[in-house]
T-cell receptor, first 116, second 116 residues
Framework: NAGVMQNPRHLVRRRGQEARLRCSPMKGHSHVYWYRQLPEEGLKFMVYLQKENIIDESGMPKERFSAEFPKEGPSILRIQQVVRGDSAAYFC??????????????FGPGTRLTVL | AQTVTQSQPEMSVQEAETVTLSCTYD???????LFWYKQPPSRQMILVIR??????QNATENRFSVNFQKAAKSFSLKISDSQLGDTAMYFCAFMKHLAAGNKLTFGGGTRVLVKP
């Protein structure tokens, strides 16, 4: 059973460009979470999605950031007009179900975004 | 809002010895989950151990065990018989039970260096 897949692993963008980060959850998992890790810090929650629905986006910056998890295909975290402060590692995690229980989240290897 | 505090930025231990990492948290919830994740130099987030707050018995996974003190809101991790491969950042994390979103709240991390 393949783990959570993220691509690209490394992404370099110039200020003002767009960054698209992709996450494919583990097989059988329908819940996806995105976290951001700034250098020398812990992970910070950004957004939680199920297929075609954003459930909790309380950690997402109000501007320039968006996320989706379409019926088919991977979840996408999109950052428009990137700035140097967006440089970080972005991790995706998935879990199999919510349904009245709390499930362990399994993490992908992360995408390291560098903004020049 | 929940907060998670790891008061030890860095710890070193000799190979084969034992090291204990501290974690405290603040919450008004009565039912929740606690986790320890390991992040080696590869930056992959790896689940080490999980504890349900309603369980009095401390969780163990091979050389890893926790000391869960619910009244004190403390959740320490003990690594026994330390191995070189245990060198990593260790993050303590909190998750509410039966909450829409189930987002993880992470501490700032403790860097563990195992010396030969």
């Amino acid at each position: 059973n393949a783990g959570v897949m993220q691509n690209p692993r490394h992404l370099v963008r110039r200020r003002g460009q767009e960054a698209r980060l992709r996450c494919s959850p583990m097989k059988g998992h329908s819940h996806v979470y995105w976290y951001r890790q700034l250098p020398e810090e812990g992970l910070k929650f950004m957004v939680y999605l199920q297929k075609e629905n954003i459930i909790d986006e309380s950690g997402m910056p109000k501007e320039r950031f968006s996320a989706e998890f379409p019926k088919e295909g991977p979840s996408i975290l999109r950052i428009q007009q990137v700035v140097r402060g967006d440089s970080a590692a972005y991790f995706c995690a998935s879990s199999p179900r919510l349904a009245g229980n709390t499930d362990t989240q399994y993490f992908g290897p992360g995408t390291r975004l560098t903004v020049l | 809002a929940q907060t998670v505090t790891q008061s030890q930025p860095e710890m070193s231990v000799q190979e084969a010895e034992t090291v204990t990492l501290s974690c405290t948290y603040d919450t008004s919830e009565s039912n929740y989950y606690l986790f320890w994740y390991k992040q080696p130099p590869s930056r992959q987030m790896i689940l080490v151990i999980r504890q349900e707050a309603y369980k009095q018995q401390n969780a163990t996974e091979n050389r890893f065990s926790v000391n869960f003190q619910k009244a004190a809101k403390s959740f320490s991790l003990k690594i026994s018989d330390s191995q070189l491969g245990d060198t990593a950042m260790y993050f303590c994390a909190f998750m509410k039970h039966l909450a829409a979103g189930n987002k993880l709240t992470f501490g700032g991390g403790t860097r563990v260096l195992v010396k030969p």
